[in-house]
């Protein structure tokens, strides 16, 4: 069964950290593209950040970039996002997804992996961040 499972959420004072975890299983992450969405109330999901399924290269959305980090741990099928100064508009419901695999016909980008909707890829069932005093 494949599963993505968040984990690492919680409430943190503005300034704040945190390191969110995505565990993988049912399947190896690699070659696959990895994302982190993430979903305010009465607001659109959005791609936070994003690796690419092939050459690692990553992409931030403009307003935590310099803030957040991606990373990845192919060994242990697990995909971290370290969350820095910590600002109350990142209060959302956090996601990570993946698409593509080693059968997957193109090398998906890291911006193209940040535009993916629900409709497609595999995602976790989110984890809530809550920025406030």
């Known amino acids: 069964q494949v599963q993505l499972v968040e984990s690492g959420g919680g409430l943190v004072q503005p300034g704040g950290s945190l390191r969110l975890s995505c565990a993988a299983s049912g399947f190896s992450l690699d070659y696959y593209a990895i994302g982190w969405f993430r979903q305010a109330p009465g607001k659109e999901r959005e791609g936070v950040s994003c690796?690419?399924?092939?050459?690692?290269?990553?992409y931030y959305l403009d307003s935590v970039k310099g803030r957040f980090t991606i990373s990845r741990d192919n060994a242990k099928n697990t995909v971290y996002l370290q969350m820095n100064s910590l600002k109350p508009e990142d209060t959302a419901v956090y996601y990570c997804?993946?698409?593509?695999?080693?059968?997957?016909?193109?090398?998906?980008?890291?911006?193209?992996?940040?535009?993916?909707?629900?409709?497609?890829?595999?995602w976790g069932q989110g984890t809530q961040v809550t920025v406030s005093s």
């Open positions: 997804a993946a698409e593509g695999g080693p059968h997957f016909v193109s090398d998906i980008s890291a911006p193209d992996m940040c535009a993916l909707t629900p409709d497609f890829g595999s």
């Open positions: 690796i690419s399924s092939s050459d690692g290269t990553t």
